[in-house]
Nanobody, 126 residues
């Protein structure tokens, strides 16, 4: 079992920045990929970014490329999502997810991940 706890979400003005954190506990040595997803009201959960266990490989949705940066500190079992130049359309609940095995699904698919956090609300005002 892996437990994930997100933090850092808050209300921010458009153009501002936030850093989200995802702290993992439990059998974290099994985690080989960690992702961030988001879900706005009335919409499906969508991929934002992902990072490999070593941190050497990162993936981004086109909508956030150049504005968001995913990173990890394995000593702290924490993954970060640095968000800059935030837009009102970035408003959503942001979820952290951990994958412990390759199951054939694309890394941008929610089905790739085995564990999820409870989410943290990010609201960007215009």
């Amino acid at each position: 079992q892996v437990q994930l706890v997100e933090s850092g979400g808050e209300l921010v003005q458009a153009g501002g920045s936030l850093r989200l954190s995802c702290a993992a506990s439990g059998r974290t040595f099994n985690v080989y990929v960690t992702g961030w997803f988001r879900q706005a009201p009335g919409k499906e959960r969508e991929f934002v970014a992902a990072i490999s266990w070593t941190g050497g490989i990162t993936y981004y949705a086109d909508s956030v490329k150049g504005r968001f940066t995913i990173s990890r500190d394995n000593a702290k079992n924490t993954v970060y999502l640095q968000m800059s130049n935030l837009k009102p359309e970035d408003t959503a609940v942001y979820y952290c997810a951990a994958g412990i095995r390759y199951n054939g699904y694309d890394i941008r698919s929610t089905s790739r991940y085995d564990y999820w956090g409870q989410g943290t609300q990010v609201t960007v005002s215009s």
